[in-house]
């Protein structure tokens, strides 16, 4: 049955990496299409800012719940308006922070994003770069350090992943949103966590509580829910990347397919695909 799914995406030419299924703790398919590397996840990258964000938050340097302006550096605050001050970080990590244009631009991006209009009052679901990128640098003042350093004790190095390529700003911030690469099976390890609550190896590496958190819809969307830097649906939630860079969680059946892909123009197809995949195993 797992065969399927290899011979349903070379029938349709669908430019797909490699994809990894794990199934009640054990990793039941894995097949490369192409050489198994690291590979662009693009938005995926949101996710480990909201990881980097329950860890701070397990250590008491910050919370959703926290105004974010107050954890940017004290040079921008005479640029902020009142209604950008009265911002969460939570707002930020649902998207529900107001429009914004799709990505920071400039030479100092924060300066740049404190020069936009904010309308505090718009909570509904506004999907940006921006809000990720904001979030990124405040955790990276909250605890300290660039958030990569902060990471590679607390979260990749017990999971067993190498220090990531990554992108910062123009300013030297961790950018939040994108720009990192992973491995199919790193991306995967990363999905795994969360689908354990924050456990893994028997260490307990995030709290469930912040988890479960982060997994649960603020705001509804087009396509179900959005958690804190999380997809969410009526089946669990998912990691998402554009040009097909997924890892869909379906807690309660202990499955998880991860795939990384170069699909511009047919993302969709391959995700109806891996949907499709899902359903058939879940029938079982």
């Excluded at 994809?19 to 990258?45: C, K, Q």
Aim: glycine content about 8%.
């Amino acid at each position: 049955m797992h065969d399927n799914i290899i011979r349903k995406i070379e029938k349709a030419g669908l430019n797909v990496h490699g994809i990894e299924v794990f199934r009640s703790g054990d990793i039941v398919l894995r097949h490369f299409f192409h050489e198994d590397r690291r590979y662009p996840i693009y938005s995926a990258t949101k996710s480990l800012t909201s990881a980097a964000v329950s860890i701070a938050a397990d250590e008491g340097k910050l919370s959703p719940d926290c105004l974010l302006y107050e954890l940017l550096e004290r040079r921008y605050h005479s640029m902020m308006t009142e209604d950008f001050k009265r911002l969460t970080v939570g707002r930020f990590m649902s998207m529900t922070a107001g429009k914004y244009p799709f990505r920071p631009q400039g030479e100092d991006w924060t300066e740049y994003i404190l020069s936009l209009p904010v309308d505090n009052t718009d909570a509904s679901y506004n999907y940006s770069n921006i809000p990720a990128y904001l979030v990124g640098a405040a955790c990276e003042n909250a605890v300290g350090m660039p958030l990569i350093d902060y990471l590679m004790p607390r979260l990749f190095e017990p999971l067993g992943i190498p220090r990531p390529v990554y992108q910062t700003s123009p300013e030297g911030h961790f950018y939040g949103a994108t720009g990192m690469e992973l491995t199919v099976h790193e991306l995967s390890l990363i999905g795994q966590l969360c689908l354990q609550g924050g456990e893994f190896g028997g260490i307990q590496l995030i709290s469930r509580e912040r988890v479960m958190d982060s997994v649960t819809a603020k705001v509804k969307t087009e396509s179900g829910g959005y958690g804190y830097f999380f997809g969410v649906n009526a089946h669990g939630f998912s990691i998402n990347g554009k040009w097909g860079q997924r890892c869909l969680v379906y807690p309660e059946k202990e499955l998880m397919i991860t795939y990384l892909s170069d699909l511009p123009e047919r993302a969709d197809e391959m995700l109806a695909l891996a949907n499709e995949y899902a359903e058939e195993i879940l029938r079982l």
